[in-house]
């Protein structure tokens, strides 16, 4: 397995400074609609990491019967 990892690590080392490089790709531009949903994607991902103790309430919310569970609220 060794020789096998060495043998695709050094063909990544020869694409990177022994092989002739290749035209540079210029720059590109997204649509308004691209970047907006790039956004709301981060803002989900982030909002997801930031309120997961919400979730974790949702969660023991639902395993309580609801008795239980409308006590705790009042």
Same mark, same amino acid.
């Given at each position: 397995? =060794?020789? +096998?990892?060495?043998? $695709?690590?050094?063909? *990544? /080392?020869? #694409? %990177?400074?022994?092989? &002739?490089?290749? &035209? *540079? /790709?210029?720059?590109?531009?997204?649509?308004? $609609?691209?970047?907006?949903? %790039?956004?709301?994607?981060?803002?989900? +991902? *982030?909002?997801?990491? +930031? /309120?997961?103790?919400?979730? =974790? $309430?949702? $969660?023991?919310?639902? %395993?309580?019967? #609801? =008795?239980?569970?409308? #006590?705790?609220? +009042?």
């Amino acid at each position: 397995n =060794t020789i +096998i990892s060495l043998y $695709y690590y050094l063909l *990544v /080392v020869k #694409a %990177m400074w022994i092989s &002739p490089e290749e &035209p *540079v /790709v210029g720059e590109f531009r997204s649509s308004c $609609y691209e970047r907006l949903g %790039m956004w709301l994607c981060i803002a989900g +991902i *982030v909002g997801l990491g +930031i /309120v997961s103790w919400f979730y =974790t $309430y949702i $969660y023991d919310a639902s %395993m309580l019967d #609801a =008795t239980t569970f409308f #006590a705790n609220l +009042i």
